[in-house]
């Protein structure tokens, strides 16, 4: 049946059920009592409707805290639906509750800046990676115009051109954003923040690898070069004059060696394919031994001391070797005539270190977190002097990390250095197997 017949025909059955009722008692008690019943069933039928239309009004009021009545009549039907209508609505609502808390947690972990902002730039809301990029609070800058909040020349300028096509790079609070406006719904403005510094950083290390290898690579073959031409130019020098030409030619030709060798080193520790293969590292020995060839690269000019205290290990030998070599040959070159180097192989909870202490020209701190990168020398015009390729630190460090270990750094300017290469525990060898045997 359709919903038209369904509303009218109990209706019209009602009225039809009074209409028969007063006749009836029309027929037995007369034209009074027939009248009278008619009218008392039809304003009963009033209050009745005026009574469900009151309830429907309070529940409109309030439909969360009240509940329906069951109705009467066409009330039931009416009532269910509204019923029905309510439990869909809380089921939506729930749905968006929670599609609404899953979207609020994935922009808290987004690591790139969101900031929603209304068609004249002011805040509406910003995740928390927004607020460590740009220093945004959302409690605080809501409704704050953003170029109010965020005051650089180069975004205004970016906000005033309004090429949104284009992203800008920004750097902001020591930081290499990438911002992007992005319109939408016609009256906002998406502002997305992206932290570039890492890549930047990485991109800037390639590009200063490749610019110091080249120099470094130069400036022996320059000198290697102007002795060549010399030596054509004048082909009767004195054999004294040609002797020292050879011998600084020989030099500059064991530095470029040198060079080449600890880039490959570098190259080949950096290479994942590159297998391990641990064997059992006599420290005892392996430390003598470099303690006998620092003594010679000293020629007497500091004092040293060697403690052993902790176990053998397993691990590389020649890859220790040359790291510890590393750190002990950087502390009698940056260490003057007299100076105390201390060298200690120790077991520590965490697990066995190497300490390398001594009384040197050291370093300050802003120098300590670029120290392991490739080429980088505190004082370039001394490491000439002293024939570093700055390498070193990179290798120890790359080293220690296919240990599982790392390195650590304490120094002061015109005090001392000490150096500490950290291995794990699970290092240590056995007492008794021997990988070697
Ligand atoms: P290479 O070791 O490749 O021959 P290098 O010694 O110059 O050259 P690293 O061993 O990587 O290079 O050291 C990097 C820089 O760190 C050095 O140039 C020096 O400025 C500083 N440095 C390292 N060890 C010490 C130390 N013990 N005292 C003071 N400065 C140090
Ligand atoms: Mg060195």
Redesign the pocket.
Known sequence: MNPKMLFWMPAALRLLMVFVGAAVAWLCFGAVAGLLLCSASLIMLVILQLYYLYRLGGWLDNPRGQKLPDGWGAWTDIFSRLYRLRRDDEKNQAELSEWLARFRQAMHLLPDGVVIMDDVLFLEWCNPAAERHLGLQHGRDKGMRVTNLIRNPDFIDYIILGRYDQPLLLTLRDRKLVIQIIPFENRRQILVTHDATESERIDMMRRDFIANASHELRTPLTVINGFLEIAQEHPNLEPHVRAGHLKMMIEQGQRMQNLIG?MLTLTRLESIDYPMRPERVHIEAMLKNILQEVEVLSAGQHVFSLRIDGPDINGNTEELRSAFN?LVS??V??TPVGGQIDLIWQNTQNGPQFVVR?T????SAEHMSR?TERF????KSR?RETR???????IVKHVLLRHGGTLGVE?SQNKG?V?TARLPASIVASETTDLLT
């Not at 570093?388 to 990179?394: E, H, I, R, V, W």
Request: glycine letters at 18%; hydrophobic letters at 35%.
């Open positions: 600890d590393n950087n502390a070159r940056y001594d040197g020209i050291g370093f120290l980088y020398r505190v004082d490491s570093g390729t700055g390498l070193g630190l990179a120094s250095s150096f």
